[in-house]
C-alpha cells in the first residue's frame, strides 16, 4: 500500500473536484495510455492505475472511504493499521474449548470461483453493440466419474481415520488443563473421503480444464470498463456446486475522428476563411450518415454546434446522446502572389494584420475524410 500513487494526483485533480472533473479527466488519461494507441512499455500499467482510481473517486461511497482512511481498507481491521488482528479468534477457541460452533461439512457442494476475461472492441462496437464469440479455458466437472474422482463404477469410500469429519482431534495435557486441537485429516486432507480407485481421466480431482466457446451480446452504448456478467459461465463447481459466473470487462479502443463523452459525440471540423466569414453548408460525417449543417457568416473559430440525437444510443433508456461539432478556422499554408495581395488588400481596409500561416489543422482534414469513408 505505501508505494501506491494517491488517487487524486493519479488522476491531476484536486480533492474538491466534481464529479465531471474526475470523468473528463479519467477520459483524457485513458485515451493517453490506452495500451491499443501507447505503445510505451509502462502505459499498460499506467492505464491500469488511472482505471483504478477512476473506480474508487468516482463512486461517492467509495470515494468518501479513501478521504478517511487512504489506501488502507478498513474493512480489514485494526491490523491493517498497525494494530492487532483478531481474525483468528475462532481458532484460539477450537484450541482451548475444544470448539463450540458449527463444522462446515467437508462433502458440501461448493461454488466455482468466477472468471474475469478482458475483451478490446472498436469505437462503432461499443456504440451500436455486436455480438461474438470468445474461448476461455476454464475447469469444468469431469464427465467419466461425475466429479466425484473415483474411477466409474467405484465411490469414494467415508475415510477411516475422521469418520467422514475431514478432521482429527490432537489432545494433550498441560498445566493449563486438557487442550483439544483440531486440524485437517491427514489421511483424507480433510475431504472426509479416500478415493481408492481414481479416474483415470481427471486422476482424482473431479475436475478437468477444458477450453469452452461462449457467445456473448455486447449491448449497443457500452464504454471503457464496462462489464458484462454471464451467469454460469465461471469455473465449475466441486461435488456438484454451481458453476461461477463470468464477467467481461470491455476496453474500447479510441476513434481517430471521434471523441466520446458519455452518450454525446464530439468531433472537430475544419473552415476556411471565406467560409467562416460568408457562411456555408457542409457535409458532417455522424455515427451513421453524413449530414448537412448550416453555418452562419462571421462564425467564429471553436464555434460548437449541436447535432440532436446523433450521438451514442443510451444503454439504459430510450434516445440517444447529441453529436457536437466544433469548428475551427484553418489558415492556408500555400498561398499564390495574387492571393496574399488580395488579403492584404483586405487586412489594410479592414485594419487587420497579417495572421501566419500554420500546419496544425492539417491532420483535420484527413481525419474527416476517413470518417467519411466509415473508418
Known amino acids: 500500500m505505501a508505494n501506491k500513487r494517491d488517487y487524486y494526483e493519479v488522476l491531476g485533480i484536486s480533492k474538491d473536484a466534481s464529479a465531471d472533473d474526475i470523468k473528463k479527466s479519467y477520459r483524457r488519461l485513458a485515451r493517453q495510455y490506452h495500451p491499443d494507441v501507447n505503445k510505451a512499455a509502462d502505459a499498460e500499467e499506467k492505464f491500469k492505475e488511472v482505471k483504478e482510481a477512476y473506480d474508487v473517486l468516482s463512486d461517492d461511497g467509495k470515494r468518501s472511504t479513501y478521504d478517511r482512511y487512504g489506501h488502507v481498507d478498513p474493512n480489514q481491521g485494526m491490523g491493517g493499521a498497525g494494530g492487532a488482528d483478531f481474525g483468528g479468534f475462532g481458532d ?26 478482458t475483451m478490446t472492441i472498436d469505437f462503432k462496437e461499443a456504440v451500436f453493440g455486436k455480438e461474438t464469440e470468445i ?4 475447469t469444468e ?33 498441560t ?81 481517430e475522428f471521434f471523441d466520446r463523452e458519455g452518450d454525446d459525440i464530439y468531433c472537430e471540423v475544419p473552415l476556411t476563411f471565406v467560409q467562416a466569414a460568408l457562411g456555408d453548408e457542409i457535409e458532417i460525417p455522424t455515427l451513421t450518415e453524413k449530414v448537412k449543417l448550416k453555418i452562419p457568416a462571421g462564425t467564429q473559430t471553436g464555434t ?68 467519411f469513408r466509415g473508418d
Open 92 to 117: 484460539i477457541f477450537d484450541m482451548f474449548f475444544g470448539g463450540g460452533g458449527g463444522r462446515r461439512d467437508p462433502n458440501a457442494p461448493q461454488r466455482g470461483n468466477d472468471l474475469q476475461y
Open 175 to 255: 498445566p493449563f488443563g486438557r487442550m483439544v486441537n483440531r486440524r485437517a485429516c491427514s489421511n483424507c486432507s480433510g475431504t472426509g473421503k479416500v478415493i481408492k480407485e481414481k479416474c483415470g481421466t481427471c486422476h482424482g480431482a473431479g475436475q478437468v480444464k477444458k477450453q469452452r466457446k461462449i457467445k456473448v451480446n455486447i449491448p449497443a452504448g457500452v464504454d471503457e470498463g464496462a462489464q458484462i456478467r454471464i451467469s454460469g459461465e465461471g469455473e465449475g463447481g466441486l461435488r456438484g456446486g454451481p458453476a461461477g459466473d463470468l464477467y467481461i470487462v470491455l476496453r474500447v479502443k479510441p476513434h
Open 135 to 138: 474461448t476461455i479455458p476454464r
Open 141 to 173: 466437472s469431469c464427465e467419466p466419474c461425475r466429479g466425484t474422482g473415483a474411477k466409474p463404477g467405484t465411490h469414494p469410500e467415508t475415510c477411516s481415520v475422521c469418520r467422514g469429519s475431514g478432521q482429527q482431534e490432537v489432545v494433550s495435557n
Open 304 to 371: 460548437y454546434f449541436r447535432l440532436k440525437g446523433k450521438g451514442v444510443p443510451k444503454l439504459r433508456g430510450y434516445g440517444q446522446g447529441d453529436q457536437h461539432v466544433k469548428v475551427t478556422l484553418v489558415t492556408p499554408t500555400k498561398l499564390t502572389e495574387e492571393q496574399k495581395d488580395l488579403l492584404r488588400q483586405f487586412g489594410g481596409i479592414a485594419g487587420e494584420t497579417n495572421v501566419e500561416q500554420g500546419e496544425h489543422h492539417e491532420s483535420i482534414f484527413e481525419r474527416m475524410k476517413k470518417a
